[in-house]
């Protein structure tokens, strides 16, 4: 039986039309159509490493490529945008079967879609991508699709904390992920600890006068500042004291840096950044190798908190994440040259570029990044005023926040993203009046370096 009603199409018209290109006419008779017209569906908990051929690819580009999509039933060969709110049952009982969970497949899109899931498989087989588990056998993990990067930190946090309960971070964090830990969290008894975790004896001493800490969030490296924190010795230091590690992956990507190989217990990504690619969808993912927590209490409260993307943004990302590894290749290559050239510049106090020897944790970002990244900041002499002349003078990169995409993008936290923020309070965190945040894009190099030096000239 094919997967489409049989037709047959009988033309009606009067002879003169007969060779004529358009028939005037048409008439359409179904000729069979069975009445169990197969609904596939499609597996939405089956993770892998694998492509649609079943084949096991051993490059990451590959997996880039294949990994997570499944043959469409009508055999599109890029997986349709599901644009569908529910999925319908051919008989009450299997409605029943599937909300019982005895059956697997789709029931409604706040829940899952396909679009989600080619994208969360895709995003788990990159990030187990060659390692295994404890057993030896290849890392499964879950993944769920989130509306947006902070969408995403919020399952993590609901799902794993309860009042009472700490968390541990770095002093240099994502603005939106500080407000949420201190200030939306405590309303709800949940507070935050927060310390140098660039210094593992600072990191053992907090864990020992706080008790109640029960999650280490890291984000390495970090946004804006480009810290980077020790993902092996602070994971080895959360597990001797059962606390859950879970790590912000937006800025190093699955390319540049596994934190699962370290023992992890979650992995976080703004997927609105490099794993899109081309800033044409907000989104998040929070992936976690626990199957069981993932998809029972994680997964519950995801769909009872309504912070689901969407098929068409999950399709955009799904597009993006194809060249993942040719895009961060050429990023990684690009920002190198640029953190190179902006230290020669006597208009420049200080470059922020983990591939740097200069950079105070080059050493910790060469131990656990496949290379440095595409970002980096640097410190503008002559403040604010030299800040805001600098990006007015930008011709080709572009002026705005977010990062990650293909075109360079340049921002200045203190007249933009911080300037809400008072300046002795982000001076504590790096974020000086003269800090400049650097995305570095895919354009040549040659063009990148010109519009930077007349602008700093
Ligand atoms: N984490 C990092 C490192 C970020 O840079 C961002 C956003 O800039 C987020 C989390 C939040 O993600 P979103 O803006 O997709 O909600």
């Given amino acids: 039986m094919g997967l489409v009603p049989e037709v047959e199409i009988i033309y009606i018209c009067p002879n003169s039309y007969r060779n004529n290109f358009f028939p005037l006419n048409i008439a359409f008779k179904i000729i069979k159509m069975d009445k169990s017209f197969p609904r596939p569906t499609v597996p939405i908990e089956e993770t892998s490493q694998e492509g649609s051929s079943g084949r096991a690819l051993s490059g990451f580009g590959s997996a880039a490529l294949h990994a997570g999509h499944k043959t469409d039933p009508l055999y599109s060969h890029v997986t349709p ?20 969970g005895e059956e697997k497949g789709y029931i409604y899109s706040r829940w899952g879609n396909p679009n989600f899931t080619e994208a969360e ?21 879950k993944a769920l699709l989130h509306a947006s990067g902070m969408a995403a930190l919020t399952t993590l946090m609901v799902s794993n904390l309860k009042k009472g309960d700490k968390i541990l971070s770095h002093f240099s964090l994502y603005s939106g992920l500080e407000e949420l830990i201190t200030k939306i969290l405590p309303q ?6 927060i310390v140098d975790l660039r210094d593992l004896n600072k990191a053992a001493e907090a864990i020992k006068t706080n008790p109640g800490i029960k999650l280490m969030h890291l984000e390495t490296p970090a946004n804006p500042t480009m810290q980077c924190v020790d993902l092996e010795e602070l994971t080895k230091l959360a597990k001797e004291n059962n606390l859950l590690v879970s790590v912000d992956n ?25 794993l899109n690619g081309h800033g044409t969808a907000i989104g998040g993912i929070l992936i976690g190798k626990d199957l069981e927590k993932m998809n029972g209490p994680v997964t519950k409260t995801y769909r009872i908190l309504g912070v689901n993307s969407n098929p068409f943004d999950a399709f955009l990302l799904g597009l993006g994440l194809k060249t993942l590894e040719l895009r961060m290749e050429r990023h990684c290559q690009n920002a190198m040259e640029v ?8 208009t420049i106090a200080r470059v922020n570029y983990t591939g740097l020897a200069s950079h105070p944790d080059h050493a910790i970002a060469m131990k656990q990044m496949k290379h440095p990244g595409g970002m980096l900041s640097f410190e503008l002499k002559g403040g604010i005023k030299n800040g805001i002349n600098f990006m007015n003078k930008l011709n080709m990169c572009i002026r705005t926040v977010s990062l990650g995409t293909a075109e360079s993008i340049l921002c200045h936290p203190a007249s933009m993203t911080h300037h809400a923020i008072p300046k002795e309070h982000r001076e504590k965190y790096g974020i000086t009046d003269g800090l400049i945040r650097m995305s570095v894009g895919l354009e040549n ?13």
């Fill in 250 to 274: 937006t800025f190093a990507t699955p390319y540049l840096q596994q934190p699962f190989r370290y023992g992890v217990d979650f992995v976080f990504h703004s997927t609105t950044k490099f």
């Fill in 121 to 141: 498989e895709k995003i788990s087989a990159l990030e187990a991508f060659s390692l295994n588990d404890e057993t030896g056998k290849p890392l499964q993990l």
């Fill in 445 to 457: 190099l040659q063009d990148i370096l010109a519009d930077l030096e007349q602008a700093l000239e």
């Fill in 339 to 346: 953190a190179r050239f902006l230290e020669t510049q006597s």
């Fill in 188 to 193: 709800f008894g949940i507070e935050p600890v």
């Fill in 81 to 100: 945008i599901y644009a569908s709110s529910t999925f319908v049952y051919d008989e009450a009982e299997q409605g029943m079967r599937r909300f019982s």
